[in-house]
């Protein structure tokens, strides 16, 4: 998610208080979250925080929030070691109407890139990082946080702590009964019709989502329906954050909690994670960007998708839902209000996966970060990759191609060694 940038490399603190108390006596007569935006902590968090983004990379965004702790698997998984020469050593995607070629190593080093796995069924390809990054440090997994967000709403329901994904929100947050007929499958399609506003002034939806101290008592009073639910796909952290209230109210725990005992320990993440949360007082873990967790274990996920939600013999992800989030739906056919080149490119979205079709029934499907973080998961070729960053570097719909080159290249290398046994 985007925050908005001061263009000022150094506010002084008076200047600041300044700044903010004549903010907090002017309340505009703005047409959504005019008592939310006008809130001085909120206020003190968009105009200090987003001076400190001019020179303070993204992947220390998550040091002003406070969190909830994830505690590593007593019995961690390690991949076994594959055969790294099967990765192709020079990449290519389309760059306007050429065939761009470079160095895969030169594209990652120069696209500020973090980490770099690249994993076929249970080996590991190749583990590398960047820019003085290491096998231990933390990532951001900025909007990768809504796919994880997912398969937990997908074990809440095969648990029987929520009924389907049909239900009205309103059966599970009843204050919001006087906001239309949104269901749970409204927000995972990005088709809530709650107002979202992507620019940067601090009444926009897209800032508060991010910088509100009180989450849970912004959705409830400040929420605006813009047009009928299921009408257009139009992209909101708030839907996910809605669904982040939904999992606390039924399952009776955190976010946190529930990702640590049904996914984090069960397929043995090596380290622990956090997931930020919106102050101390409040305590909502900010479920649209904000887990924390090293590269390593974000490629197990992936591996646990990869594999329908089965982790060696265990079915931890109902297989269906799995199935259900990432296969497209030839049923689909909403206007994109938002980001609708990856429509247009063929691409789809379902349950907080940006998915692509191949073919009929070849695909490939992906977590995607603001800051050029991603789960990569081709069925067909069974690769997973990984990349973390501070920056996307190349436009993300480059990297998916860069990404299904290197599987298919990675597939041909054991179909040629395949048929040379025969």
């Known amino acids: 998610m985007l925050i908005p940038v001061i263009h000022k490399t150094w506010i002084a603190a008076p200047l600041v208080a300044v700044v903010v108390s004549l903010a907090a006596t002017l309340v505009i007569d703005s047409p959504a979250n005019a ?11 968009y105009f200090v925080w987003g001076a400190q983004r001019v020179v303070s990379p993204r992947s220390r965004d998550y040091l002003n929030y406070g969190s909830h702790t994830i505690d590593k698997s007593p019995a961690p998984f390690h991949f076994a070691p594959g055969d790294r020469s099967r990765i192709p050593t020079t990449v290519e995607y389309a760059d306007g109407d050429t065939v ?12 500020g890139t973090h980490a770099f796995i690249v994993i076929r069924d249970n080996q590991v390809l190749s583990e590398d990082y960047f820019n003085g990054f290491a096998r231990d440090s933390l990532c951001t997994a900025w909007s990768l946080s809504k796919s994880v967000t997912s398969a937990l709403l997908g074990i809440a329901i095969a648990e029987g702590y ?3 994904l049909d239900d009205p929100i309103v059966n599970y947050l009843p204050e919001l009964k006087d906001q239309g007929a949104i269901t749970i499958r409204n927000l995972v399609t990005m088709g809530s019709g709650i107002q979202y506003r992507f620019s940067f002034f601090p ?6 989502a991010g910088y509100y101290p009180d989450i849970r008592q912004l959705l409830l009073t400040d929420l605006k329906i813009m047009e009928p639910p299921g009408q257009s796909f139009h992209y909101n952290n708030y839907n996910t954050e809605l669904i982040g209230m939904i999992l606390e109210r039924t399952t009776g725990r955190a976010p946190s909690q529930y990702l640590q005992e049904k996914i984090w320990k069960p397929i043995g993440m090596e380290f622990p994670a956090t997931w930020s949360v919106d102050s101390d007082a409040d305590g909502f873990e900010l479920t649209p960007i904000l887990l924390n967790a090293r590269a390593i274990d974000l490629a197990k996920f992936g591996r646990l998708y990869l594999n329908n939600g089965n982790w060696d013999g265990k079915q931890i992800i109902p297989r269906q839902w799995v199935a259900d989030s990432t296969t497209p739906d030839p049923n689909d056919h909403r206007p994109w209000e938002t980001f609708s080149r990856w429509q247009d490119q063929g691409g789809y979205y379902k349950y907080f996966w940006w998915g692509i079709s191949q073919s009929d029934s070849d695909y490939s499907y992906m977590g995607i970060g603001t800051y050029g973080q991603f789960i990569f998961v081709s069925p067909k070729t069974k690769v997973v990759i990984i990349r973390t960053a501070d920056d996307d570097g190349i436009d993300p719909r480059n990297w998916r191609e860069v990404f299904q080159y290197i599987a298919d290249q990675i597939s041909q290398s054991y179909s040629r060694e395949t048929n040379a046994v025969r």
């Open 162 to 164: 929520i009924k389907s």
């Open 203 to 208: 009444w926009d939806e897209f800032v508060l």
């Open 35 to 45: 008592a939310a935006w006008t809130r001085p902590a909120y206020l003190y968090r």
């Open 100 to 111: 761009k070629r470079i160095a895969l190593d030169e594209l990652l080093r120069t696209t």
